[in-house]
C-alpha cells in the first residue's frame, strides 16, 4: 500500500475562494477530493486525487440501506509564515481504524492515509484560509458501494476524503453555550456503535437536538442509555467539569467517542499538575457539587470549537448557571493552550504537530 | 399531492429477465425506478419513474456522514391468474412515516406513496416472478442529499422506489434456522431508534451477524440494551414462542421495529382463538419453559421468509432443540395461511391485499 502512488487529475475550472469573514462550518469545498476503492480481490486500490465531483452509486449501494459507513473529522492550520499543519491526524487514523472493525469494514492502511490527507491538503494549501481561528476542516470517510438489499457487510467500498475551509468557531470572544441533560432519548449504548464515528449515531441524535433547539438549547448532553443517570458526552465533544479543583471527564466506557481533544486536554491537565480524573460521572454527582458551589467550570471538546465553555446546564427543570455564564481559568486556558500549538504560536511539547508542507 | 402526475420516461434497453430458479435476494433489479425530490420551497415533488439508474450525490451529502435516511420492505405477489397483489402496503406506509418522524425527515403522502408503488409495480409486472414462494420485492427509502457536514437535519431529500425480483425463501420445504442470542452486542434500545427503520440500527447488527455466522448460526437474537434480558427480535423478524399451548410475543417497548407480518400473525391467531400474548419476554423465561419441556414452538416472522421456525436456540453455552428441530404445527398453519392469501389461494378475510393491476 505505502509504495501506491496517488494519481492526479487537475480541475481545469477552480473555484472562487470564499471570503474568510463570512465562512460557515462545512458548506464550502475545495477544488480536489481524494478516492481510493476497495474490492474484496484487490484491496484497497486505486488511490486517486479528482476535480471535486459528484459521487455516482448504485440506487442499492449498502450505504443507503444499512449505513456501513465511517467518518473522521480533523482539521489543517496556517501558521503565520504560512506552513501547513495537522493536529495529531495519526490519532485520527488510528480512530478510523477502530470504527471500521467495529462497523465491519476493512481496514485502511494508516500512513498512506495520512499521505493521502497530506497530499490532498497540499495541493489545497491556497484553500486554507488564514484570518485568526480559521482552518481548513479535513473530512476522510468511507461508505459501502456494493449494490445488495442483505444485510451483510459490503464486498466493496470507497474510501474519499474532501476538505471545507471553515470561519472561526468563536468570532467575538468565547461565550459560553447553554445546553440540556437529555432525558428522553438515548444516543448510544454499551454494546452499541457508541465509540465508533459512524452515522447512525449521529442520526439518532437528530430528534433531541431539535427539540432543545425550540428551546434556546444549543446541544444536548447525552445520559447513558441504561439507567439514564451517568454523564457520556454533547453532540459532538466530549465533556469535562471542574469541581472544586479537580477536573472530571467521563471514561472511555464503551459508548462515548474517544475524543483525540479530549486526550489533548487530559495530557495538559496532568502536565500542569492539575488533578484530572475519568470516571462514571452521575448527573446527581455534577447537580450536588453545583449546590454545594463546588461547580467551578464545565466545558466541551472537540475538533471544532477545540474547548467550549458550558455557561448553563438545564437538568430536570432546573438551570444550572456555571462560574456567571463565563468562561472559566482552566477553560481559557486549555483553549488557549491548544489553538496555541494548533497555529505555531505556542511549543509544540508533545509532539502532537505534522507538518504538510 | 394527490394530484401530481408522474412523469414516466421509460428504458430503451430492457434488461433480460433473471431464471426463477437462481434467484437471489435483493441482487437484481428491474428496469425501472421512482424517484420524488424534497426542499423546503416546493415539499415533495417532481414524482417521476426512470430508467434504473445510479443515483449522483455530492460527496458531502447528508446521508453519507450522519446517515439521515429511512426504509421501508415489502412485496408484490402474482396470483396463479396473472393478478399483482400488494400485502397490507398501508401499513408500510404508515410506518415509514413513523420512521420519518424519528429521523427529522419531512412526512410523505402515504396515499401518494402507495400510488407511486402501485404504478411502478404495474410497469414493472413481467419482472414478477411466477414460480412458487417468489415474488417481486419493493424498496422505498429516503436519502438525505443536502451537502452540508453539519449535524442537523438535511434540506433536501429523494424519496426512491427500487424493486428486485426476489426467489422462493425454502427451496426445499421450510428449514428450521439455528440462531444465538447475543450477549455481549445490542442493536437498540430505549429511547434510540430501534422502532425505526433507520440504516443505522442495521449497521450496528454487522458485527455480531458476522461473529455467530463463524459459529454456524443464521441469525442474532438481540436482548434488550438496558438489562440484557428480555427478548427484542431476530435481524429482520420479530419472535414469537409457543409456550404450553400460548403464543408469547415480546410487546412493541420502543426498541423493536412493529412488523407488519407480527401484526398479521397476532391477528390469525386471535381469530383462530389460539391465546396470544404481547408482553416483556425474559431469556430465563423461555429457558424455564424450555427445561420443563413446554417450548413448543419457536418463529420468527417477517416480509422476508414470512414465517421462520427455530430450530435451535443458542444460549448461555447450551443449545435448546425446538420442537425436533422441525417446524410446528402452528407456525405451519401461519405460513400456509400468510402465503394463501398473498398468493390468492386463500381467503383474504382481512382484507388485507391491494391489487395493483
Ligand atoms: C460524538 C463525538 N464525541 C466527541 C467528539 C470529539 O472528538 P475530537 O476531539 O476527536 O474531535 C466528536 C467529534 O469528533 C464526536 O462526534
Ligand atoms: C428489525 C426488523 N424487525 C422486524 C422486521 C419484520 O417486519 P415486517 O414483518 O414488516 O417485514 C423487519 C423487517 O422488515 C426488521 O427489519
Redesign the interface.
Known sequence: MENQEIQITYTTTEKPKPNAESLE???I?TDH?FIMDYSLEDGWHSPRILP?????????AI???????V?EGLKAYKTKDGHVRLFRPNKNMERLNRSNR???IPEIDEEFALQAIRELVRLEKDWIPTAPGTSL?I?P?I?STE???????SKRYQF?I?L?PVGAYYKEGINPVKIAVEQ??????????GEAK??????????A??LVAEKGYAQVLWLD??E?KYIEEV??MNMFFKVDGEVITPSLNGSILEGVTRNSVITLLQHWGIPVIEKKISIDEIYQAYKDGLLEEAFGTGTAAVISPVGELSWNGEKLAINGGKIGEVSQRLYDTLTGIQYGTKEDTFNWIIEVS
Open positions: 462550518f462545512g458548506k469545498f477530493m471535486y465531483q459528484p459521487i455516482t452509486l448504485d440506487p442499492a450505504v443507503f440501506h444499512y449505513g456501513q459507513t467518518f467495529r462497523l465491519c476542516y473530512r470517510f461508505i449494490p445488495y438489499l442483505g444485510v451483510a457487510p474519499i474532501i471545507s428522553t432519548f438515548v444516543r448510544a449504548v454499551n454494546g452499541g456503535t459512524t452515522a447512525g449515531n449521529y442520526a439518532s441524535s437528530l430528534k437536538q431539535e442509555g441504561v439514564k453532540g459532538s
